[in-house]
């Protein structure tokens, strides 16, 4: 490793440009961590509100946006001994994943799953450890269970579709255009709902109702999600789009059984972290080794066009993951 490093940095709360290109110390390992030198870096949407001053890190993390990628081990820290430098890892990141190098808790790292290169590995990370715990652990979703996910064609909503599909699910998807609809319907959900042209309460009600619902809207889908979902259902937030508050009538909530919860994954410990790697080790790597299950990729920009890559980011034009190259 070089003593120095090439990094995008936020030089103040604002909109795409404010990423610029710099040089920062390469970071050492401590206790628990290991080091990575970076081919590949997702780029999400909790980065873009980091940058607009609106997702500030934990204090112990880097300031640095960036919150998965992929690509070697070049350090290890004190006791570490689960990996080997050399290995070939994707890894969710505490930040300071713009950047050529980048450390992370060792037990947060995932091996590159065989047959996927170093691109789509980088984009597993943040989608995948959002989905298994929000869908599967916080959400309880079973086989046979109506499940509408909100955002179909993003990164979330791509993961989302395919997993609960690939665990035997009946998969509800809304997405703004026929084309991202179509890219909902080629990945497993049975039914792709234009917003524009169709209300999805009405077809989820057609249906019996969703079971559960995962959303990042917010605004006034809280109480259009309420709606649809059928008696005994769940409703799990993850983002807020639209807003965070909105007038609701809890009466609903109380005579349906309506249970209505959500997460953040960064502000979580590092164990609650290692645990869900683990169980996505079990249940979907072997999924993505088979090939049952794969990211979808967007679009690629080099690290100095960081601000390019937001931009279509917040475009919302893209169809799944975008990816910076780092190496």
């Known amino acids: 490793m070089t003593e120095a490093m090439q990094a995008v940095e936020i030089t103040q709360a604002g909109g795409p440009d404010v990423l610029k290109l710099t040089t920062r110390p390469v970071p050492t390992p401590r206790a628990g961590e290991v080091v990575i030198r970076l081919a590949y870096a997702g780029v999400n949407r909790p980065d873009a509100l980091q940058r607009a001053g609106l997702y500030a890190p934990p204090p112990s993390a880097s300031d640095l946006p960036g919150l998965e990628g992929a690509g070697e081990i070049v350090a290890l820290g004190a006791g570490v001994s689960e990996w080997a430098l050399g290995d070939q890892v994707c890894a969710l990141l505490p930040g300071g994943g713009y950047a050529q190098y980048v450390a992370t808790p060792a037990a947060h790292c995932l091996p590159v799953p065989r047959g996927l290169s170093l691109k789509e590995a980088a984009c597993l990370p943040e989608t995948f450890y959002t989905v298994w715990s929000n869908v599967f652990q916080r959400g309880g979703l079973k086989s046979g269970e109506r499940f509408l996910v909100h955002g179909g064609s993003s990164g979330i909503g791509t993961t989302a579709i395919q997993l609960a599909h690939s665990f035997g699910a009946r998969v509800f998807a809304t997405a703004g255009s026929a084309e991202k609809c179509k890219a909902c319907a080629d990945l497993g959900a049975e039914h792709a709902i234009n917003y524009r042209e169709e209300d999805f309460v009405e077809v989820l009600r057609a249906q019996g109702g969703a079971n559960l619902i995962l959303d990042m809207v917010g605004g006034d889908y809280l109480p259009r999600n309420v709606n649809a979902l059928a008696d005994d259902g769940r409703l799990v937030q993850i983002a807020f789009l639209q807003g965070p508050k909105v ?81």
């Open 247 to 327: 007038e609701l009538n809890f009466s609903q909530v109380m005579m349906r059984r309506l249970t209505i919860t959500g997460s953040t994954l960064r502000p979580q410990s590092d164990l609650a972290k290692a645990r869900i790697a683990e169980a996505l080790r079990t249940h979907v790597w072997p999924l993505l080794e088979a090939g049952k299950i794969a990211p979808v990729m967007d679009s690629e920009f080099p690290l100095a066009e960081a601000a390019a890559a937001h931009a279509r980011l917040e475009s919302s034009g893209h169809i799944g993951k975008i990816v910076l190259k780092v190496a």
